[in-house]
């Protein structure tokens, strides 16, 4: 199940938490999101990848020992995070 941080609203993936789960998770979401992959940034610890959904920009997080997140950048992809929130929790529970 998901966690989330209301304040910054990033969503935490508690079941996928591996360097290596954080492509489980895009592939996933390209495909029940219409996600694109926009910037890879991948090092030793950690991996942020830049990612849109339906045209707003989130970050897809990868930084051990924390885990996997998604983080919206701005209020408009707030809002749109809010909106597939449900989605994400049936998807990834």
Do not use: C, H
């Amino acid at each position: 199940m998901q966690t989330y941080d209301k304040e910054k609203f990033l969503v935490f993936f508690n079941d996928l938490s591996s360097y290596e789960d954080l492509e489980t998770i895009f592939s996933i979401l390209e495909k029940k999101f219409d996600t694109v992959l926009i910037d890879k940034l991948d090092g030793p610890y950690s991996r942020i990848w830049t990612i849109s959904i339906n045209n707003e920009e989130m970050y897809l997080i990868n930084n051990e020992p924390y885990g996997n997140s998604i983080e919206a950048r701005n209020d408009n992809s707030k809002e749109q995070l809010k909106k597939i929130l449900p989605n994400l929790e049936t998807l990834f529970t």
